[in-house]
């Protein structure tokens, strides 16, 4: 099976549609222009299939080149036969290729090849194929002490070790114990002895067994970073190991090599060599390697879950082009106020000390209805940090008192805010701006244009995953990049206002020319034809093909240019016009008439008609902006802490990051709840992203609030009533009662959410306990 054939198989399509879009990748197209824009060549691959098929080619194209490799190093050693070439043509991963390439690999001198040299391979062959003989008088035959072989021992350990080595180095035999390993074998964890205090947060794992197949992604990162920390030993267990008789593993080798306990003279010394192959050579290589595949396992799902949460913040509502007040929440420091207008420029700044310790209320609020007044703002963004509660009382006081200036406050995440404040981007932007207030500049714009904003910050920083520093920061970059590119193409950019961040994620283009373009529009003003940016440095067809489809100019001189309708299509809205007999401003936006073409009388050569059902779809909606309706929650007056809590209150709350085991909610008492998996829906929720997003509004039930933890659960069964769980209890035999398989199984792991100003709550023991002890019968 060839390449394109492979990559048509896994992707489920047509081996064509492979072919067309590996073309595109390979002429230097890039997803997100092939998905919108190239429809017809690949009938119709969307993004998250040609990510995909992007991943995977660089994959099988590594593997082939590997191929080569093995073949012509095992070609030179002249022991390529015609079954091993066949079998390496068909090895269909690096693990299997590697394995079938072992017994060829160049290696240091072993034991095994010092023993062939000194002429015993007979000797280990010999006792293999007839058992029959007696070991210790087979030996004597191959003892030669010129050859280092002083006596019939020496001759059986050489043996040993040949026998041992070809073992290990059996392709089939590895296939076969690496599958049986991951299926049955089991993780014991134990707590390194003298660091139960220093590791308190592992302890649900100091004693814990759990099947390698069964552990999930959230678990498995927290056991490898108490590994880490030094605070777990992690152990691989197969079978039972008091039971009597070789282990599972070693029987599996005996097997493979036909050696049985018949009773015949060279049983027991074969038995034997195939224990010590399991024990020395097998196991402890099969042993990092399945704990290997279990952390990939576990990072592609943490880094998957994070791609999808920060898609979803990503895409949030925008409250759009008003002006706007940020307010960087603090106490002691005070608040850090920044007001931007309906481009998001900044136009001022200000600190207040409106809480303890200074408790200049009135005084603040003088200062900000006059920064409000004079700037005409319509919005109030407040981040969700330190005094936030206190900051959004003051906020509420100031619009009862001024009702006039017509103001809407909102809460807003300032995950990564501190970031951007420090990073070297924010100090270009705002050179003459003191660090603490350039994170109230980013919050006040994350509320305008949430995707503007935040791909100013690098994405493993906002926070919205589970262990992003515990995974591959390679893979991690690469998936939530190519996230952040989809995004930005989706939504488009309009040219004339955009920051050389948000510029460097469109399709085609880079930092440099984000930077070009910025600078032309600097010296020359705004563009008002996309034909323009051809005069950018370093911007040539190529590249304008790329990107013209994905960057707008709202009032430009043609009116497509606002639209997603890519310039090389303009011709064919030109036929449209033609045929139909109007005229372009009575085609935008008249849905009633575009619902009358018929798309595939338009249809040719080039734009087949999927490109034509888009275009009409376009002029219907020029422009429109995929994102949601701007949507807020209301949090309950009076709830400003742990302490108001109440069992049974119902709340809205805003989902900021969702995790495998459930959701975490702000609902405004600066600690955010948790919502178990189980208790998102009145029905069995296999993945909790089937239910919610980040950024959404919800409305939350209280479960139990543990204020010695600093810990909220929570649930979305508004309906279903709430006895109030006690806190869990110090004696594990007074938890709440648990199904008999998850009996010995911790509940969820220490959770930190890094780089966010906002701590997390620990989804721990007591949370999933609430949760599941709500559950019905």
């Given at each position: ?38 429809k ?16 995977r ?40 290729l590697?394995?079938l ?46 050859r280092?072989v ?36 089991v993780?014991?964890?134990?707590g ?17 067994r ?105 895409l ?5 082009a ?12 005070g ?8 481009t ?11 809480h ?18 004079r ?34 406050k ?18 270009r ?16 714009r994350?509320?305008?244009d ?41 939504v ?10 948000l ?61 997603a ?32 073409l ?76 948790l ?8 029905r ?27 810990r909220?659960a ?26 008999p ?37």
């Amino acid at each position: 099976m060839n390449l394109m054939q492979s990559l048509a198989r896994e992707l489920a399509v047509q081996e064509r549609q492979i072919e067309a879009a590996v073309a595109l990748l390979d002429s230097g197209a890039t997803v997100p222009f092939i998905a919108r824009y190239r429809k017809e060549v690949t009938d119709g691959l969307d993004d998250t299939q040609l990510r995909l098929l992007e991943e995977r080619l660089s994959y099988l194209r590594e593997l082939e080149d590997r191929r080569g490799v093995i073949l012509a190093s095992i070609r030179e050693q002249n022991q390529l036969s015609a079954e091993l070439e066949t079998a390496l043509l068909a090895a269909d991963t690096k693990t299997r290729l590697e394995d079938l390439y072992l017994p060829y690999k160049p290696k240091r001198r072993t034991k095994a090849q010092i023993a062939r040299e000194a002429g015993l391979a007979p000797l280990a062959h010999g006792l293999l194929n007839d058992p029959a003989q007696t070991p210790e008088q087979a030996a004597t035959a191959f003892v030669n002490a010129e050859r280092g072989v002083p006596d019939a021992k020496a001759a059986l350990d050489g043996a040993r070790q040949i026998l041992m080595e070809e073992f290990a180095e059996n392709a089939e035999l590895l296939a076969q114990l690496r599958e049986y390993l991951w299926d049955n074998a089991v993780l014991h964890a134990q707590g390194v002895e003298g660091k139960a205090e220093e590791g308190a947060k592992f302890r649900d794992y100091f004693d814990y067994r759990e099947a390698f197949r069964q552990i999930p992604s959230h678990r498995a990162l927290a056991l490898f970073r108490g590994r880490n920390e030094g605070v777990l030993q992690l152990t691989l267990e197969l079978g039972d190991p008091a039971a009597p008789g070789p282990d599972p593993g070693e029987r599996r080798v005996a097997a493979h090599f036909q050696i049985r306990d018949e009773g015949r003279p060279a049983a027991a010394w074969l038995r034997e060599t195939a224990r010590w192959t399991w024990k020395v050579k097998l196991l402890p290589h099969l042993d990092t390697e399945i704990k290997q595949r279990l952390r990939e396992a576990a990072e592609e799902e943490a880094i998957r879950v994070f791609a999808h949460n920060l898609r979803d913040l990503l895409l949030a509502a925008p409250a759009g082009a008003r002006p706007t007040l940020g307010l960087d929440p603090g106490l002691r420091t005070g608040v850090k106020v920044a007001v931007v207008d309906a481009t998001g420029k900044l136009v001022e700044t200000a600190t207040i000390y409106p809480h303890v310790p200074r408790n200049q209320w009135d005084a603040s609020l003088h200062t900000l209805a006059e920064l409000c007044r004079r700037h005409k703002v319509e919005l109030i963004s407040i981040g969700n940090g330190t005094a936030s509660r206190e900051t959004d009382r003051l906020a509420t006081e100031l619009m009862q008192r001024h009702p006039e200036l017509r103001l809407h406050k909102l809460v807003v995440s300032e995950a990564g805010a501190s970031v951007y404040s420090a990073s070297e981007l924010a100090a270009r932007e705002f050179p003459e701006v003191d660090v603490s207030l350039r994170g109230a500049v980013s919050i006040a714009r994350r509320l305008q244009d949430p995707l503007a904003e935040l791909v100013k910050i690098e994405p493993k920083a906002i926070g919205v995953g589970q262990y992003q520093h515990d995974v591959s920061q390679t893979r991690l970059a690469r998936m939530l990049d190519a996230v952040v590119e989809d995004c930005v193409n989706a939504v488009g950019v309009d040219v004339n206002t955009a920051s050389v961040p948000l510029l460097a994620r469109v399709a085609g283009l880079n930092a440099t020319l984000a930077r070009n373009i910025v600078e032309f529009r600097d010296a020359n003003g705004s563009f008002r034809r996309r034909e323009q940016l051809l005069k950018v440095a370093r911007l040539g067809d190529k590249t304008f093909e790329q990107a013209a489809g994905f960057l707008r100019i709202a009032n430009g001189d043609h009116p497509l240019d606002r639209s997603a309708v890519h310039p090389e299509a303009y011709p064919l809205i030109e036929r449209i016009l033609a045929a139909s007999g109007r005229g372009l401003h009575e085609v935008l936006g008249n849905a009633a008439f575009l619902k009358t073409l018929e798309p595939a009388r338009f249809t040719d050569d080039r734009f087949g008609l999927p490109t034509v059902r888009d275009i009409l779809a376009e002029l219907e909606k020029p422009g429109r902006d995929p994102r949601p309706e701007f949507k807020t929650a209301a949090f309950k007056d009076g709830v400003e802490k742990l302490a108001d809590l109440q069992t049974g209150m119902v709340l809205e709350g805003v989902i900021t990051n969702v995790a495998n085991f459930g959701a975490f909610v702000d609902i405004g008492v600066h600690q955010d709840g948790l919502v178990h998996i189980s208790a998102l829906a009145d029905r069995f929720v296999k993945d909790p992203r089937e239910v919610v997003k980040v950024g959404q509004v919800v409305k939350v039930k209280v479960l139990e609030v543990d204020l010695k933890r600093q810990r909220v659960a929570l649930t979305m069964k508004l309906n279903e009533a709430v006895t109030g769980a006690p806190t869990r209890p110090a004696d594990p035999a007074q938890r709440p009662a648990t199904r008999p398989e998850q009996r010995n199984r911790p509940k969820e792991p220490p959770f930190r959410r890094e780089n966010q100003e906002k701590s997390a709550p620990q989804p721990s023991a007591l949370a999933e306990a609430f949760a599941r002890a709500q559950r019905k019968p």
